[in-house]
């Protein structure tokens, strides 16, 4: 018999320019086979800050997808560039409640679902998914692939307040709180240890079919120069490059590195200007290549062609695990980790063999990683990870989990719920 979930998410194609919007993708492409149609309710793309095309395409033909009215509070109702601090919160898409939570209703009657699930980390998203459920009655699973309230974010008090209401709400009325990492789940089992055995781990993963017919044989990315890739967005705190970028500063005025023969690639790094600054300031501009975003699959194959590749991860951000890193897994090329080692991203790599991780922020550690890292490329012994390994981390094999929480649901009820 075949089942059907009515997923709540704001990132979901034509959106562009967040590792967000496969979470909910892959899941949607998965779930048919394993017996449950997947109900998309999502926003009106005018919302989205960029779109682009190219993967509404594989989004199937089959799938219902709903998008509600919605608009973006800084782009639509601004003036002169300001608006309210009400109006965008708990997120400057608050207004997609009041189109997405009658279209909901209207889709739980018409397709009536047998579960919904919501994700994070558009907080209006979690909003959205409870109102649905206390209207309906309907099981509810609340996807964080980010922890919400954390110790100075939102740094806006009244912001952090209602993310604590709305995480609060979500962990303790949702039937199953879902988040990817091992450390996100156990600090929300220490903060809401009555509702600790609802709290579950689904990692993030990577596409196997975005995969094929792309290898790492073809021209490398820069040939005679070695080349390490960052693909994806430089968060200024969370991803800070400044430890690094002194490195390679000290490591150019040392001689050990120079433009001839090295190059540091950031794709799509939604920072430009800021990378320029920093790089400027320790005289590493000409090492450094700002490029513009690409479609997802010529990302994959610019990673597979790459000498190595590059993790940032800071120190806040230990209960966090980029996506993107499962796609490096995949990729199967050399990676450089500048990850705390205590965090989850550091034991995800060296899980899978890539060992060595440093703290983003020390510099000094940072520098010595880096010229063991150059060493290593350079002898063709630096570390990668096996394709046996990094197919656990497949979006299938993430799916069969989601499945299989939901049938516990299903199988359960709703029992228990506060």
Partial sequence: MTRRLLMVAYHFPPLAGSSGIQRTLRFVQQLPKHGWEPIVLSANPRAYERTNSDLLAEVPDTVHVERAFALNTAKHLALFGRYPAAWARPDRWQSW???????????????????????????????????????????????????????????????????????????????????????????????????????????????????????????????????????????????????????????????????????????????????????????????????????????????????????????????????????????????????DPPGDTAKLLANNGISGGVALEDSAAVELALKRFLAQLAQGEAPASLLETARRHSREARTKELVALLEQVLAHGVAGRK
Wanted: neutral net charge; glycine residues 8%.
């Fill in 97 to 339: 409640r009041w189109g997405a939570i009658p279209k909901g209703m209207e889709l739980i009657r018409r397709l009536k679902p047998d579960a919904i699930w919501s994700t994070y980390p558009i907080a209006t998203a979690h909003l959205i998914g409870a109102q649905l459920a206390r209207r309906s009655g309907l099981p509810w699973i609340a996807d964080f692939r980010d922890p919400m309230a954390q110790d100075g974010y939102p740094a806006d008090p009244a912001t952090w307040r209602s993310y604590d209401q709305i995480e609060r709400e979500a962990v303790t009325r949702a039937v199953s709180s879902v988040f990817t990492t091992p450390g996100a789940a156990e600090e929300y089992q220490r903060r809401y240890p009555a509702f600790a055995a609802r709290i579950r781990v689904i990692e993030n993963g990577y596409d196997e079919p975005s995969f094929a017919g792309l290898t790492g044989g073809g021209e490398v990315l820069n040939p005679g120069r070695i080349t390490i890739l960052h693909s994806g967005i430089v968060y200024p705190s969370e991803r800070d490059p400044r430890a690094l970028f002194a490195a390679l500063g000290r490591l150019k005025t040392a001689g050990l590195i120079n433009a001839a023969g090295f190059a540091l690639r950031f794709r799509a790094s939604a920072h430009d200007d800021m990378l320029k600054s920093f790089a400027a300031e320790n005289g590493i501009g000409d090492l450094i290549e700002l490029m513009p975003p690409v479609p997802y699959r010529d990302a994959l194959a610019e990673m597979m062609r790459a000498d190595a590749l590059l993790v940032m991860q800071g120190n806040n951000c230990n209960e966090q695990i980029p996506a993107k890193v499962y796609e490096y897994l995949r990729a199967g090329r050399p990676i450089l980790a500048l990850a």
